[in-house]
């Protein structure tokens, strides 16, 4: 069984504050994707990193896969209120089921 | 308008009641997955369909039914509905052309069951 595993659970920073968000596992993946969820609405997807060792950028949000494809990082640079919400890891699991295996999300308060 | 629609939104039902979720898309995706998150638990897998004819169990599916009645139709039943199953509910699409299946999530359902 595939597992991700995701640090901390929860995080509560003040507006500006840099942080950090973690995916793990014992396992390779052939890619991770990143999700955000706000609340009363479905998850969406932000990133997907494919190569080890690859880093994408989208605005203040750097993701990094890391280089044995087990584990991605999620860094915030100045955290907005809007940033607040339910981040979530996710892969392919492997076998040919063609479906998706979710981290338990971390759960990020930015506070004004 | 959105891609994953989900009908209803919100729905409070009692033990022992039929219940159906609905989900259309127009996306053109040919998978679609109906997931259950509880809090703490993460998404989990109920049910997934590759086409109106393959229909596929998840990790929890005991309980449940669904049916895909259409390419863009994937609807999600509880014949006999447990406190147990109060939860969020969504649907998600993904396209069987990509490498990586990324999921697109419906706004989901909000499931009590008094």
């Known amino acids: 069984t595939q597992l991700l595993e995701q640090s901390p659970q929860f995080l509560s920073i003040q507006e500006g504050e840099n942080l950090t968000v973690y995916c793990n596992s014992s396992?390779?993946?052939?890619?991770l994707q990143w999700y955000r969820q706000e609340p009363g609405e479905g998850p969406v997807l932000l990133v997907t990193?494919?190569?080890?060792?690859e880093v994408k950028k989208l605005k203040r949000l750097t993701f990094q896969f890391g280089d044995a494809r087990k584990d991605s990082s999620l860094h915030i640079t100045a955290a907005q209120p809007g940033d607040t919400g339910l981040y979530l890891c996710?892969?392919?699991?492997?076998?040919?089921?063609?479906?998706?295996?979710f981290g338990t999300g971390t759960k990020l308060q930015v506070i004004p | 308008d959105a891609d994953v629609t989900q009908t209803p939104r919100n729905r409070i039902t009692k033990t022992g009641k039929r219940i159906m979720l609905e989900c259309s898309q127009t996306?053109?995706?040919?998978?679609m997955y109906w997931y259950r998150q509880d809090p703490g638990l993460g998404l989990q897998l109920i049910y997934y369909?590759?086409?109106?004819?393959?229909?596929n169990k998840g990790e929890i599916s005991d309980g449940y039914s669904v049916s895909r009645q259409a390419q863009a139709k994937f609807s999600l039943s509880l014949e006999s509905a447990i406190p147990n199953q109060t939860a969020l509910y969504f649907c998600?699409?993904?396209?069987?052309?990509?490498?990586?299946?990324?999921?697109?999530f419906g706004p989901g359902t909000r499931l009590t069951v008094l």
């Open positions: 998600a699409t993904s396209d069987s052309s990509g490498t990586h299946r990324e999921q697109f």
């Open positions: 396992s390779v993946f052939s890619s």
């Open positions: 990193v494919v190569t080890g060792g």
């Open positions: 996710a892969g392919p699991v492997s076998g040919g089921y063609q479906k998706v295996t």
């Open positions: 996306k053109g995706h040919d998978r």
């Open positions: 369909s590759f086409d109106v004819k393959d229909i």
